[in-house]
């Protein structure tokens, strides 16, 4: 049976590489079909991918969060290659990723960029970031992945039409990362060279920015996913704070019946009500949790 194979390239002024990653997608893949999902470029790189034989679709809402939302629901295939445009992604390895979706190894095949790098393809900072998601997200699912954040990502139908993208920025790729696990898609990974980009091109990453966006992510993670785990340390830290102190009041009170430090009680009283608050919606959150992603099983298996 033949398989639809759709290379979707997500573009943000690369007018410099975007021919190079284009020909590269047409020598290791012939078959597959490109698209080039420009968002709001400023320079020529639309009307250079149309030169190259691309399908060119326009993205306005600016961030890559958006264009692989509108990606995965403009472009019907069997199985979808995703890879930026910047020309930074060796493709000598996609048809070994492509195989592995295709015979069902995989659901999802990762382009791991932190074994074979150069020291200036990578940020220092932007290193750190990746390193510390992908911890929290092996030890919060249970999993060994290499690389969170990759942008080289070979996916099949079933996982592209069943995960509701809501990320807006580059935090997308932690986002599909996460989903996969959670409802429990396959993820496999194979080492790629990550090359650094080339000279004129510029990286539309920002250090500080992107590092907010990591703590936010990180948060994000613990308050969607792992509602229990997110609201019993907040729970467990206003406890400790209303024991802190509370303890003077509660001497005082045993000793002398009579307490003088009322704004103290007030706040140790206040802390342990917050305390109690926060585990009860975490347990309840938690049920949710576990019903939605009942539900969401269900649906999944009756479109099979």
């Given at each position: 049976?033949?398989i639809?194979?759709?290379?979707?390239?997500?573009?943000?002024?690369?007018e410099?590489?975007?021919?190079?990653?284009?020909?590269?997608?047409k020598?290791?893949?012939?078959?597959?079909?490109?698209?080039?999902?420009?968002?709001?470029?400023?320079?020529?790189?639309?009307?250079?991918?149309?030169?190259?034989?691309?399908?060119?679709?326009?993205?306005?809402?600016?961030?890559k969060?958006?264009?692989?939302?509108?990606m995965?629901?403009?472009?019907?295939a069997d199985?979808y290659?995703?890879?930026?445009?910047?020309?930074?992604?060796?493709?000598?390895?996609?048809?070994?990723?492509?195989?592995?979706?295709?015979?069902?190894?995989?659901?999802?095949?990762?382009?791991?960029?932190?074994?074979?790098?150069?020291?200036?393809?990578?940020?220092?900072?932007?290193?750190?970031?990746?390193?510390l998601?992908?911890?929290?997200?092996?030890?919060?699912?249970?999993?060994?992945?290499?690389?969170?954040?990759?942008?080289?990502?070979?996916?099949?139908?079933?996982?592209?039409?069943?995960?509701?993208?809501i990320?807006?920025?580059?935090?997308?790729?932690t986002?599909?990362?996460?989903?996969?696990?959670?409802?429990?898609?396959?993820?496999?990974?194979?080492?790629?060279?990550?090359?650094?980009?080339?000279?004129?091109?510029?990286?539309?990453?920002?250090?500080?920015?992107?590092?907010?966006?990591?703590?936010?992510?990180?948060?994000?993670?613990?308050?969607?996913?792992?509602?229990l785990?997110?609201?019993?340390?907040?729970?467990?830290?206003?406890a400790?704070?209303s024991?802190?102190?509370g303890?003077?009041?509660?001497?005082?009170?045993?000793?002398?019946?009579y307490?003088?430090?009322?704004?103290?009680?007030?706040?140790?009283?206040?802390?342990?009500?917050?305390?109690?608050?926060?585990?009860?919606?975490?347990?309840?959150?938690?049920?949710?949790?576990?019903?939605?992603?009942?539900?969401?099983?269900?649906?999944?298996?009756?479109?099979?």
């Amino acid at each position: 049976m033949d398989i639809k194979l759709a290379a979707i390239i997500p573009c943000y002024n690369e007018e410099l590489t975007i021919a190079k990653v284009i020909q590269d997608i047409k020598t290791c893949v012939p078959s597959a079909c490109i698209y080039v999902f420009d968002n709001n470029s400023t320079d020529r790189t639309a009307i250079i991918a149309q030169e190259c034989g691309a399908i060119v679709i326009t993205e306005r809402r600016q961030g890559k969060g958006f264009v692989v939302q509108s990606m995965f629901r403009k472009i019907a295939a069997d199985i979808y290659i995703m890879v930026d445009g910047d020309d930074t992604y060796d493709l000598s390895k996609i048809n070994e990723m492509i195989l592995s979706v295709k015979t069902g190894e995989a659901d999802m095949a990762v382009g791991n960029r932190l074994e074979t790098y150069t020291t200036r393809s990578f940020r220092p900072l932007h290193t750190f970031g990746n390193k510390l998601v992908r911890n929290l997200v092996n030890r919060l699912f249970n999993a060994k992945l290499k690389d969170i954040m990759s942008g080289l990502r070979v996916m099949n139908s079933d996982f592209v039409k069943n995960i509701n993208i809501i990320a807006s920025g580059f935090e997308i790729e932690t986002e599909m990362t996460i989903k996969a696990l959670k409802y429990n898609f396959t993820i496999l990974e194979t080492d790629i060279e990550y090359r650094e980009r080339p000279q004129g091109s510029f990286s539309k990453l920002n250090t500080f920015s992107d590092g907010l966006l990591v703590l936010k992510t990180i948060f994000m993670i613990f308050k969607n996913y792992k509602p229990l785990i997110f609201f019993s340390l907040t729970s467990l830290v206003l406890a400790i704070i209303s024991l802190a102190t509370g303890w003077v009041v509660i001497l005082e009170f045993i000793e002398t019946r009579y307490i003088t430090h009322v704004p103290l009680a007030i706040f140790a009283s206040g802390s342990m009500i917050l305390s109690i608050i926060f585990f009860v919606t975490g347990v309840i959150l938690d049920s949710l949790v576990g019903r939605f992603d009942e539900l969401y099983n269900f649906i999944r298996n009756k479109q099979r």
